[in-house]
């Protein structure tokens, strides 16, 4: 298995190990090549993160003074909800699974994924899925307007007709998502180099494989959920509907189910990427790899008999409060474990401060903040107050912006030169990164004092004393969003110029990827590499 | 320990500048201050930790740098640190948890109640029925439109004000039945820390005891469609006298309305109503002038309902439309108010039928 050729018999070549890329609009189409296909993974979530974005800034726009000036109330909740749909789904999930296609078999070795033609259909229904999506907007009724947590019966009865292109949206999504994992576990677990054990695998690796796991356990659960809703609305069951015997809470449990893991979908693999990260700036190996591993195996456990957190305040009898808020308790144990050794590995290191480095120490230290917040949450009587204010939304935007997409853009800087073949404008990066940890912390800081203080989450106007912090956090959203810019240019910039990258790129890089040239060949690892 | 801490902290809880507000409110009951100290127990523990972990972080940043000559060391593992950093955060977690657990066995206690208080979210108004006292009543935002759409001053309570305020007497325990009419809303208030959803089909249980007479405010936590920015709590919590007083008056004010219900009204005195009512309970969907919104809430102007038989009209504003975001209304309006309204959306609006109807005539 580790051996296969992706030989092609009508490429005629003379070594065809070695053709380079189809010509054309068809090399994108018909791709089997992981880098290729790890390529479109990654345009398509910038795409999606910026329109996410520009949905936030309306968001943003709209709070920035008590009363109604732009939108409608029905309009302003159909743009929170598609920018938590576009940005879990369209932004953050593809730009990991962007990295692991190119990232995961230039680690273990391997030349492509171990189902190269599905990973091109993976990929290519994922643009469908959001266009479905997304057209739901000029629909008559508009755009789902209940939350990107759907509940029912606010997403059944009582929803526009658009929610059904939503629920087929969501079905090609996870279909999407379920073959990537396949095809990420297929691979690590058949395509490693000779002499690679499991726990000589890289982290970023190691994570991904952890996360492909926790995919296929709750991609089928969201799909489940969703055919529940399909069938109360198109055929007359009635799942969440008291009326008809069910149960609307039925609904919250079996969401959060599929959606508590799937916060650590979107948080596994950046503990990855900065596990690298750290430890080729500090020049110092990984502080307790092994503990690492089982931290992270640990958190994806515990993510399973957590779910309801999100629920105390629906009623659940006493025991239900506890035994949840103590298994949620438990999970600050493993992710303290993983700052504790990022915090090691720097200690007696030897530090630099390139932007790759910039975005991972930026990720620790407000990562845990948002680690913190969520300890706060876990406390299910404190929880009466923190639920659904500004508080939460503060929480996890902590953990997802600074969090996930910190290190998506730290994982995008680390690796650009490997991709493109040339060194990164350092400046620009520098310029981008302090931006970005300013906008995002004048944007979300005060949504912790807005929510401690009453505001509750998902409103379009909100009471006078809430004013200043809000329009405090609108500034930052701007800051943030026009930032991006920055980074977008200095992609551009770096694939189209700048000074060669050797296959180093960075003094303390260590690992498979760094051995092949920058960029690295349309093919890599076709003979495998020996790892000892 | 955690009275030291909430006196310490008493600064940050009640800040002078309400504006700038940082922190939650200390709270009105016994149990939303000890949620409180709860609060601040953790948020001190985490300060700690934060401190501990960012210190050395930031030591490390600055004193193990490469353009400060620092050179690498070569471990990478360490059992007994590693074991320590385990075990501790495992016992801090445990001095967490306890508190917290005889918290929340507290604040499950509904017995022995002295008041019951049926709530019912509907969209987007609450409704309060005392279940001993014969008195039911919604409660709708009062913050005129106005306001909202910036072509007037804002008040100092802005969309945190009410035409009825739930009424409760202090120094009892008041129990409240949570329950919700067509979506999942959630009732909150943060100075009594109680926040319950309030879920079609079911109901929640919650209770308070409030020592001070006083006004609280606080809103819908559950994203429940359009206006669920729009729908606020407010409790006026009166002491033992002024709530009898006040229960006595509901009372007197129910037989008086039923009085109305037998006059006879002129079209120019159903009309005037009518647009009150029209503006406070049918304008958040169908619009001020009656246009709706294509796709989502159906226009009046033209309709083949406000414009068809009045019997088919009176039914669908009377028993609502099964399905759809239209309520039954038989429960939130007097028969002087659906006449009234009725009346107006037939003859007002851009649509001129021409007939009316009496009070008399709805039959509920």
């Known amino acids: 298995m580790a051996t296969v050729d992706v030989d092609l018999p009508h490429v005629k070549d003379d070594d065809p190990h070695h053709h380079g890329p189809a010509k054309g609009l068809g090399r994108w189409l018909f791709t089997t090549n992981h880098k290729d296909i790890g390529s479109m993974y990654l345009i398509f979530s910038l795409c999606m993160f910026m329109i996410g974005g520009i949905m936030a800034l309306i968001i943003r726009a709209e709070l920035f003074q008590p009363g109604l000036q732009l939108v409608e109330p029905n309009f302003f909740n159909q743009m929170t909800t598609m920018h938590g749909l576009i940005m879990v789904f369209g932004a953050v999930m593809p730009a990991f699974v962007g990295l692991a296609n190119w990232m995961i078999p230039m680690q273990i070795g391997a030349p492509d994924m171990a189902l190269p033609r599905m990973n091109n259909w993976s990929f290519w229904i994922l643009p469908f899925a959001f266009l479905i999506l997304l057209s739901s907007l000029f629909m008559p009724g508009g755009a789902p307007n209940f939350g990107w947590t759907f509940y029912a019966p606010l997403s059944t009865t009582y929803a526009p007709e658009s929610v059904t292109f939503f629920i087929f949206g969501v079905h090609i999504m996870g279909a999407s998502s379920i073959m990537g994992a396949i095809n990420i576990i297929a691979t690590i677990l058949n395509m490693r180099a000779p002499g690679m054990t499991l726990m000589k695998m890289p982290m970023f690796t190691w994570t991904w494989l952890i996360t492909a796991f926790l995919l296929i356990a709750v991609m089928p659960v969201l799909a489940g959920v969703v055919t529940m809703m399909l069938m109360d609305i198109h055929f007359g069951t009635s799942f969440f509907n008291a009326a008809g015997g069910g149960d609307p809470v039925l609904f919250q449990h079996v969401f959060w189910f599929f959606g508590h893991p799937e916060v650590y979908i979107m948080i596994l693999p950046a503990f990855g990427i900065i596990s690298e990260i750290i430890p080729t700036f500090a020049r110092k190996r990984l502080f307790g790899y092994s503990s690492m591993v089982y931290a992270v195996a640990s958190i994806a456990l515990l993510s399973f008999v957590v779910w309801a957190h999100h629920m105390f305040t629906v009623g659940m009898p006493l025991v239900g409060e506890v035994f949840f808020m103590f298994a949620t308790m438990l999970i600050a144990v493993p992710t303290g474990v993983k700052v504790f050794n990022w915090v090691a590995t720097m200690f007696r290191g030897s530090m630099t401060f390139e932007t790759p480095m910039l975005f991972a120490i930026a990720f620790v230290v407000l990562f845990t903040i948002g680690g913190f917040s969520g300890l706060m949450l876990a406390i299910a009587p404190a929880d009466f107050q923190y639920h659904d204010t500004y508080f939460v939304v503060a929480h996890f935007h902590y953990v997802l912006v600074p969090g996930a997409i910190f290190s998506i853009m730290a994982a995008a800087y680390y690796w650009l030169p490997k991709w493109t073949g040339h060194q990164l404008n350092e400046t620009m990066g520098k310029v981008h990164f302090w931006l970005s940890f300013v906008g995002v912390n004048i944007t979300f800081f005060p949504m912790h004092f807005v929510g401690l203080a009453g505001m509750p989450r998902r409103i379009p106007d909100y009471a006078l004393q809430f004013a200043d912090f809000n329009s405090m956090a609108s500034v930052g959203a701007f800051i943030f969003g026009f930032s991006q810019l920055v980074f977008i240019y200095n992609i551009i910039q770096n694939v189209r110029v700048g000074e060669k990258a050797t296959a180093q790129v960075w003094e303390g890089a260590h690992g498979l990827e760094w051995t092949v040239p920058s960029p690295a060949p349309y093919h890599t690892f076709s003979t495998p590499p020996k790892v000892d | ?364």
């Open chain 2, 1 to 364: 320990m955690t009275k030291a801490i909430t006196l310490a902290l008493s600064l940050l809880a009640v800040p002078a500048w309400a504006d700038w507000q940082v922190n939650m409110n200390e709270g009105v009951t016994a149990i939303s201050r000890e949620v409180f100290d709860l609060h601040m127990l953790i948020f001190w523990i985490c300060v700690a930790i934060g401190i501990a972990v960012f210190g050395v972080m930031f030591y490390s940043i600055f004193k193990f740098r490469k353009s400060k000559g620092a050179v690498a060391e070569h471990w990478h593992e360490n059992t007994t640190v590693e074991v320590l950093w385990t075990v501790i955060p495992f016992v801090i977690l445990i001095g967490m948890a306890v508190p917290a657990t005889a918290t929340l066995m507290d604040m499950y206690d509904t017995s022995e109640a002295d008041v019951d208080i049926q709530i019912t979210g509907y969209q987007w108004k609450w409704r309060y029925q005392y279940l001993d006292e014969d008195i039911d009543f919604f409660s709708n935002l009062s913050t005129p439109r106005e306001e909202i759409m910036n072509a007037q001053a804002k008040n100092a309570n802005y969309l945190l004000e009410v035409d009825n305020p739930l009424v409760i007497p202090a120094n009892k325990k008041v129990r409240f039945l949570i329950t919700a009419n067509d979506v999942i809303h959630s009732w909150w208030v943060p100075h009594f820390a109680v926040k319950k959803d309030a879920i079609p089909g079911f109901i929640n249980e919650s209770w308070v005891k409030v020592e001070e007479p006083g006004v609280y405010r606080g809103q819908c936590t559950e994203l429940c469609g359009k206006d669920h920015g729009f729908m606020p709590v407010v409790v006026e919590v009166k002491s033992e006298e002024d709530y009898a007083k006040w229960v006595a008056d509901q009372k007197a004010m129910k037989l008086a309305m039923a009085g109305e219900a037998s006059k006879q009204f002129s079209m120019d005195e159903l009309l005037a109503k009518g647009e009150g009512v029209y503006q406070a309970t049918c304008a958040g969907c169908h619009q001020l002038n009656g246009q709706g919104i294509p796709g989502a809430f159906p226009a009046i102007t033209g309709s083949s309902i406000a414009t068809g038989s009045i019997d088919g009209h009176i039914d669908i504003v009377v028993n609502g439309k099964a399905g759809t975001a239209m309520q039954a209304f038989k429960e939130q309006l007097s028969a002087v108010d659906i006449a009234a309204v009725v009346t107006y959306q037939r003859n007002a609006l851009g649509n001129s039928v021409g007939d009316m109807v009496q009070p008399s005539a709805i039959q509920k």
